[in-house]
């Protein structure tokens, strides 16, 4: 149990005149591992479960008394929080402490009482970001309870949260986030400095690992990008060589191209290495240093209609292709060591359903 205050989630719905204090005392981001111990890891495809606890004080009387408990975390977008995650709570207001509480997603109609015209993740999104993630392929999920109950003058509670849910096959690592709030002025920022709202991000990464494909470690600086994360080879897909990453030369020359193979399972294997306006990649805006190409795999490689694409390597390069900007290079950015200097990026397709 990894000791923080003021880290994470709560929430309670209160009235206009209600101020309600809320901390996170707790929380725990660990896995039972298959030596007995706990460790911030899982295996690919197991369901994860994370927990916290924490306290409310309830300063002033709300005038109508029904609030709800509202709870947001920040995970990697393959896990499909919204649509798979199991959120419940115990405590938390005027609750039999025994019993759990469940609750749903914040419709996406019924904004933020200080971010009218935004969802929740959206307003989260906004004002937290990603943490301290490199790796913008996260998002934000808010519940809220689905029985609201009254707070009122005095009142000292406790709570302990449980979310529950499958992390996919996909390898990675990342840091999470935690939010806590209530549905009325939560998200508010409070002139008299009671705490409505309570915002933190984990410490420790989070790992899932024996998946699929290669771990992608959404901490770490890339000087690529591809969305979407993951595709079918029907889908468009778009590659950004992130030039402002970290210094390089490939981003003093007046071009740069997209050079790529496409492997299928069939064991066969497409090149495109020109270097002209099919792999011209192009710079969105001045103000930055990415470049972008998006490509129909089965077009762009010239892939048979029996055949299904898998995985495609690539890397980046000047016209005359003399520099080059690989996987090997990002390695050495991050502080590690390729077993060669001529290591492709690798993106796995999804197979067709």
Known sequence: MKLRKNLFLSAISVFAVLAACIFIDSYDIDQPQEDGSKAPMIEAGKVATFT?????????????GNTRFVIAMLAPRSWDMRNKATVTFQGGGVYNIEDIQTTSPIPLSTPPHAKPGYTWPEALMERYGIGSNKVNDMEWTAWWADTPVPYYNGLKTNYTVTIKVNVGNENLIAYLGFFASHSVYGFDDDLNNNKHYDQSFTSEKFTVYGGEGETVDFTKTYLNAIEPARSLQDD????????E????????EGEIFLESTAYTAEGNSYKVNVRDGRTLMTRP?????????????????????DETVTKIEY???NRTGDKVVNKSFDMIVNGETPESDDIPFTYNMRCRD
């Not at 970290?246 to 003093?252: I, W």
């Not at 930055?288 to 490689?301: D, R």
């Open 245 to 252: 990453a970290t210094e390089n030369d490939l981003v003093r």
């Open 236 to 243: 468009l897909i778009t590659f950004t060589f992130t030039g």
């Open 315 to 317: 890397f980046f390069t």
């Open 285 to 305: 805006n001045t103000f930055t240093q990415n470049y972008s190409l998006t490509i129909w795999p089965v077009g762009f490689f010239g892939v048979p209609e």
């Open 52 to 64: 916290f606890s924490g306290h409310i004080d309830a300063i002033k009387d709300a005038e109508e």
